[in-house]
């Protein structure tokens, strides 16, 4: 999410200050400074926004970073906003211009690698880019929930060994809700060519089938309901406090017929669902990326000699799921029709969701498109009013409005 959007949400700029504190305690007692590459200086660093890569850097930012940057953004799939996107990334990310473009934000005591590192700011949580360790570190933002950052440090620590789509935690520090994890060079699903999307796209859904495998069973039509609108109620009651005035008039109009088609499963496929399962969550590795084709190819090799073996280790992965903050029990249909309709994207989402194409070959066949449209929209209503009222979020921005939007025209 970008910095301007996250100032509109929340009131971002009254706890800057106390995040990065916060985070920079943290990170000395995970021992960030330790070894002899740590820093020298007592001299305090200031930090900058860049409004256009959504981050804070030093002035002497390295020509390591401003090259991840540019090809993190110079890539999307879009050949003619490609023409326009990599001349204009490239010119932002030279030395002088990208100087330029900063604007003071705020100073701090050291930090390891100030020069070579940046933070990039998110829903719930602070990163802390250290590129000269090749180090991510993760850190709760002041007055929000940890809940998320401490569902996602059991989640990975469980099961990053099994699977080689979850990238492991080097270091966790549950008892200040923060982690470390390796800095993966690596670009979101998105923003690939549409050939490395199309190669990936077996795999990545052959990887979802082994992710809902967890824990899999089944419910019936009348439990599932029960379940799920116990949780709808308590959803709404969290938003309701959280933003008076709120109405769920047109909400309560559509469960009934949301229910019925429902009821005409025979059961409903339950598992460990990641729950925010979108391209953007898709983290595609370029660490080898050199000569055209080279990704495709390489992709291609990884698959072919590890074609029986996606649930080990030892299979490499071209890619991890990222952001596991909302792993739950769900549905298995919503990660599916999360993923297949772009439901991150809310614009013209009602419509996106009247074509069944998408999911033709991911429906159960005790299940038919209506009953899906109905279960998700059960799961999505209470994923988008829980993550809406979590702690610190005190206003809406224009993509959340557009999403209820949406899901009340259904």
Same mark, same amino acid.
């Given at each position: 999410?970008?910095?301007?959007?996250?100032?509109?949400?929340?009131?971002?700029?009254?706890?800057?200050?106390?995040?990065?504190? *916060?985070?920079?305690?943290?990170?000395?007692?995970?021992?960030?400074?330790?070894?002899?590459?740590?820093?020298?200086?007592?001299?305090?660093?200031?930090?900058?926004?860049?409004?256009?890569?959504?981050?804070?850097?030093?002035?002497?930012?390295?020509?390591?970073?401003?090259?991840?940057?540019?090809? *993190?953004?110079?890539?999307?799939?879009?050949?003619?906003?490609?023409?326009?996107?990599?001349?204009?990334?490239?010119?932002?990310?030279?030395?002088?211009?990208?100087?330029?473009?900063?604007?003071?934000?705020?100073?701090?005591?050291?930090?390891?690698?100030?020069?070579?590192?940046?933070?990039?700011?998110?829903?719930?949580?602070?990163?802390?880019?250290?590129?000269?360790?090749?180090?991510?570190?993760?850190?709760?933002?002041?007055?929000?929930?940890?809940?998320?950052?401490?569902?996602?440090?059991?989640?990975?620590?469980?099961?990053?060994?099994?699977?080689?789509?979850?990238?492991?935690?080097?270091?966790?520090?549950?008892?200040?809700?923060?982690?470390?994890? $390796?800095?993966?060079?690596?670009?979101?699903?998105?923003?690939?060519?549409?050939?490395?999307? $199309?190669?990936?796209?077996?795999?990545?859904?052959?990887?979802? $089938?082994?992710?809902?495998?967890?824990?899999?069973?089944?419910?019936?039509?009348?439990?599932?309901?029960?379940?799920?609108?116990?949780?709808?109620?308590?959803?709404?009651?969290?938003?309701?406090?959280?933003?008076?005035?709120?109405?769920?008039?047109?909400?309560?109009?559509?469960?009934?017929?949301?229910?019925?088609?429902?009821?005409?499963?025979?059961?409903?496929?339950?598992?460990?669902?990641?729950?925010?399962?979108?391209?953007?969550?898709?983290?595609?590795?370029?660490?080898?990326?050199?000569?055209?084709?080279?990704?495709?190819?390489?992709?291609?090799?990884?698959?072919?000699?590890?074609? *029986?073996?996606?649930?080990?280790?030892?299979?490499?992965?071209?890619?991890?799921?990222?952001?596991?903050?909302?792993?739950?029990?769900?549905?298995?249909?919503?990660?599916?029709?999360?993923?297949?309709?772009?439901?991150?994207?809310?614009?013209?989402?009602?419509?996106?969701?009247?074509?069944?194409?998408?999911?033709?070959?991911?429906?159960?066949?005790?299940?038919?498109?209506?009953?899906?449209?109905?279960?998700?929209?059960?799961?999505?209503?209470?994923?988008?009013?829980?993550?809406?009222?979590?702690?610190?979020?005190?206003?809406?921005?224009?993509?959340?409005?557009?999403?209820?939007?949406?899901?009340?025209?259904?």
């Amino acid at each position: 999410m970008k910095i301007a959007e996250l100032k509109v949400r929340e009131d971002y700029d009254r706890h800057l200050i106390a995040t990065v504190q *916060n985070a920079i305690d943290i990170g000395n007692r995970m021992g960030w400074n330790d070894g002899a590459d740590s820093v020298s200086s007592n001299d305090a660093i200031s930090w900058f926004e860049h409004p256009v890569f959504g981050t804070y850097s030093t002035h002497e930012l390295s020509s390591q970073v401003r090259s991840f940057l540019c090809t *993190n953004f110079c890539r999307t799939p879009n050949l003619l906003r490609k023409l326009v996107q990599m001349p204009a990334v490239v010119a932002l990310t030279r030395s002088t211009i990208f100087q330029k473009a900063l604007e003071p934000a705020f100073d701090t005591c050291p930090t390891p690698h100030p020069n070579d590192s940046y933070w990039l700011p998110g829903n719930h949580r602070f990163r802390y880019f250290d590129f000269a360790r090749r180090r991510v570190y993760v850190f709760p933002k002041a007055n929000f929930s940890t809940e998320g950052i401490d569902r996602e440090i059991d989640f990975r620590e469980k099961y990053a060994s099994i699977y080689p789509w979850i990238a492991p935690i080097c270091q966790g520090q549950p008892s200040d809700h923060a982690f470390s994890e $390796d800095l993966q060079y690596a670009v979101p699903l998105n923003r690939m060519p549409s050939r490395v999307q $199309d190669a990936l796209m077996p795999h990545i859904y052959r990887a979802l $089938d082994c992710l809902h495998a967890i824990d899999a069973h089944a419910l019936s039509p009348s439990e599932y309901i029960a379940i799920k609108t116990q949780q709808l109620d308590r959803a709404k009651d969290a938003f309701a406090d959280a933003f008076k005035g709120a109405s769920f008039a047109l909400l309560d109009r559509h469960l009934p017929d949301a229910k019925k088609s429902i009821n005409r499963c025979h059961e409903i496929p339950m598992a460990m669902s990641h729950g925010d399962f979108q391209p953007g969550n898709i983290l595609v590795d370029i660490q080898n990326l050199g000569a055209k084709n080279a990704l495709y190819s390489k992709i291609k090799s990884i698959f072919a000699s590890n074609a *029986n073996h996606a649930e080990s280790i030892d299979a490499k992965s071209p890619f991890v799921f990222i952001d596991w903050e909302d792993v739950a029990m769900r549905s298995t249909l919503y990660d599916d029709m999360t993923f297949a309709y772009k439901t991150r994207s809310p614009r013209h989402l009602t419509k996106r969701l009247t074509d069944p194409a998408p999911m033709r070959d991911r429906l159960p066949s005790s299940i038919d498109f209506d009953a899906a449209r109905s279960i998700w929209f059960f799961e999505e209503w209470i994923w988008l009013l829980e993550s809406s009222s979590r702690q610190g979020i005190v206003r809406m921005p224009n993509g959340l409005k557009i999403h209820f939007r949406e899901l009340m025209q259904w």
